[in-house]
């Protein structure tokens, strides 16, 4: 029996924006690519005096970028294609809160558009809701949802081919930030995306709430949590995404009467990629 020698593709990661030349005797590759990672929501800001809102919540983490996978495309030994790699949303300050107050934190941002040559196409993921400040000890903020959600249309050659089938996948979903320890809710579209970031804690006063992890990517880690934190003076940050994935929602601070501080931080979303694979 004859035992064929499996394939072995040459490939080009780029994460940064640019062009590609098809090497010689190339005439079709396979594309993949990712949008870039929403970022998470600052955390929100409470006193323990102030009756009324005295739990602060953590901010969602954010959505990771959609994920086109090696989609196959016909191209011309030689020629330049260009190509651009969508960037992560920038992370978003704590609120800074003064005495007997609270506040709500910033949401964060979506994810910039990564390009093939102007055909294929990978949304950004997007931004987690704001922490706030609440009454309740159940309430918790949404994490943002990844980028191409429910299937999202890709643009092949020009023409709308709708969802395809083991091509086109919705980035995964950060988690709520809440008063449980941020447990990840994203689903990984076909098992690429399952690279999540840790939980954050509750804090030692039971009335601060951890942020939300970021969705995972193909390639990298969502960003962390960030802690919910009594007193002191600043909040617990969220993490940094990596490669298309969401940042981690800053974590809520109690002021516990501690005078001025600043509520967490989220993480800023990961730069997407395009992935370039030929014989």
Request: proline share 3%; charged share 10%.
């Amino acid at each position: 029996d004859i035992i064929s020698s499996p394939q072995v593709y040459k490939h080009q990661l780029f994460t940064s924006s640019g062009s590609f030349t098809v090497p010689a005797g190339v005439h079709r590759i396979l594309v993949t690519l990712q949008g870039g990672g929403g970022s998470g929501g600052s955390g929100g800001a409470s006193d323990a005096s102030q009756s009324s809102f005295d739990f602060a919540i953590g901010g969602g983490g954010g959505g990771a970028g959609e994920i086109m996978w090696r989609v196959p495309l016909r191209v011309t030994p030689g020629a330049s294609y260009s190509l651009t790699v969508g960037a992560g949303a920038g992370s978003r300050s704590g609120i800074f809160v003064s005495g007997d107050t609270y506040g709500t934190g910033i949401a964060g941002g979506q994810g910039g558009t990564s390009f093939f040559n102007g055909i294929i196409v990978a949304r950004g993921g997007y931004g987690g809701s704001a922490g706030g400040y609440s009454s309740s000890s159940a309430t918790s903020v949404a994490g943002g949802d990844g980028g191409g959600d429910n299937g999202g249309i890709a643009t092949i050659n020009g023409a709308v081919q709708g969802s395809i089938e083991g091509f086109n996948c919705g980035g995964t979903s950060g988690a709520a930030g809440s008063n449980l320890s941020g447990e990840y809710t994203g689903k990984p579209p076909y098992a690429l995306s399952n690279l999540t970031g840790a939980v954050g804690t509750v804090s030692a006063s039971g009335r601060a709430y951890p942020g939300g992890v970021g969705g995972g990517s193909m390639l990298g880690r969502g960003g962390d949590a960030g802690s919910g934190k009594s007193g002191g003076t600043w909040g617990t940050n969220g993490g940094n995404g990596a490669y298309g994935s969401g940042g981690g929602g800053g974590g809520g601070v109690d002021t516990n009467n501690a005078g001025s501080v600043y509520s967490g931080a989220s993480g800023a979303g990961g730069n997407g990629f395009v992935l370039l694979e030929w014989l």
